[in-house]
């Protein structure tokens, strides 16, 4: 009778043991894949301040210029800058990820992209404008 009660009593913990790990598991799952998504959604905000500084910036003429501040989130390898493209690779769970950014006026220069807070400055060309 003893022994009947000990064995239920670890069949029970045992499967609360079980129960508790599967969702310690799920949840360390899709924090990870939250955390993920919040990068990506910093990485284009921060693009899209870009690019829309860089096109005001153009259209208001050769000598203008505005510092521009942005977030980069962590994971960046690289940042290059193609004439109407910003071109970002991100380390992700799965590996590099590329994304590309369009924009309406030609741009060129280098952005520091380690992780934080930066002040960019774009300038206006006669053919686009710096971004440095």
């Known amino acids: ?41 910093q990485l284009q905000v921060a693009m899209q301040q870009i690019i829309r500084t860089s096109e005001s910036v153009y259209y208001s003429g050769a000598p203008s210029q505005l510092p521009v501040s942005v977030y980069f989130p962590p994971g960046i390898k690289n ?21 590309v950014f369009n924009s309406r006026v030609n741009m060129t220069g280098n ?10 400055i774009i300038k206006a060309l006669s053919e686009g404008v710096s971004v440095t």
């Open 1 to 41: 009778m003893r022994s009947q009660a000990a064995t239920e009593y670890l069949l029970i913990i045992g499967f609360v043991t079980f129960v508790l790990s599967a969702i310690v598991i799920l949840a360390y799952f899709y924090t990870g894949m939250s955390k993920a998504a919040v990068r990506q959604n």
């Open 79 to 99: 940042i290059t800058i193609i004439n109407k493209e910003i071109i970002v690779e991100t380390e992700t769970n799965s590996g590099v990820s590329k994304r």
């Open 111 to 120: 952005v520091d992209f380690k992780e934080g807070t930066r002040t960019i």
